[in-house]
């Protein structure tokens, strides 16, 4: 990334701010997300946490900290990777970048393909870039749950080891 990009990108960064969230995510949709991670998590094994954040801090987005990369540390810091089964899937949303990125467990990992993942992201960035923030995220947590239902089915005996309400930064 040449050094233009990166400056254009902390710019972008630094004028989202915090209430992007709350009005892309109202209390609503909030409350519609725990619902539907709560009833995926009824039809599935796996645990699934959804992070929010509307834009990186300036000097992360300055130094070029990829999507990618702030998924997978947001993956260690909310737990997602200490799961029973090692079966945690964690979406990360950046407002700013308009990117949305899912980390799965190694146990996830190997059964679910790259274009399973990309399929998911692809229903929420669609949805998004409509404005339709509600829609998009539900419909991408349904659809995650499909594939997780069809990989790790219920036996009914596991208790909800991660909160299903989302986290906004």
Known sequence: MTAIARWRRAWRHLMTGSGTGRRCFPQPTLEAIAAAIADGERRHRAE???????????????????????????????????????????????LADHAVDIVA???????????????VCRTMTDAYKRGDF??????????????????????GSRPNQLPNEAVIL
Do not use: M
Request: aromatic content about 8%.
């Open 48 to 94: 699934v946490r959804l992070v929010v954040e509307p834009s990186l801090p300036f000097g992360a987005a300055l130094d070029g900290i990829t999507n990618r990369e702030r998924a997978r540390a947001l993956f260690v810091d909310y737990g997602v990777w200490d799961t029973e089964e090692n079966c945690g899937v964690l979406i990360y949303v950046n």
């Open 105 to 119: 467990d190694r146990n996830v990992g190997r059964r679910i393909g790259e274009a399973e993942w990309q399929a």
């Open 134 to 155: 509600h829609e998009g995220t539900i419909a991408a947590l349904n659809q995650l749950a499909d594939l997780l239902q069809k990989h790790f089915p219920s036996d």
